[in-house]
């Protein structure tokens, strides 16, 4: 069965750091991309929440212009899990955050080419 498991939102307030993971299992890893997406509070999940990917065949992570400079994503292949480490977080950060997977390795993949999500994890910035 493939999963994808996010974990380690919570509560932070503005300007803190939070370290959300991404666990795979059920797919071999090290043929996918994984990309980070977030869906804010009464919004669709759509193209314009998609904020970082990282594949192992693509030297350039991609960060969207709202998280660069804030947000780092690596990647651990052994433990099959991606995280997201979000520093100086902001009060426009607040979403829940999802994973997926695509087999678009060697360029940004298009948030259509995601063929596994997540389920999600809540982060919340208090100001």
């Known amino acids: 069965e493939v999963q994808l498991v996010e974990s380690g939102g919570g509560l932070v307030q503005a300007g803190g750091s939070l370290r959300l993971s991404c666990a795979a299992s059920g797919f071999s890893f090290d043929d996918y991309a994984i990309g980070w997406f977030r869906q804010a509070p009464g919004k669709e999940r759509e193209s314009s929440s998609y904020?970082?990917?990282?594949?192992?065949?693509?030297?350039?992570?991609y960060y969207a212009d709202s998280v660069k400079g804030r947000f780092t994503i690596s990647s651990d292949n052994a433990k099959k899990t991606v995280y997201l480490q979000m520093n100086r977080l902001k009060p426009e950060d607040p979403a829940v955050y999802y994973c997926?997977?695509?087999?678009?390795?060697?360029?940004?993949?298009?948030?259509?080419?995601?063929?596994?999500w997540g389920q999600g994890t809540q982060v919340t910035v208090s100001s």
């Open positions: 904020i970082s990917y990282i594949s192992s065949s693509d030297a350039s992570p």
């Open positions: 997926a997977a695509s087999l678009v390795v060697t360029t940004t993949p298009a948030p259509y080419e995601y063929r596994y």
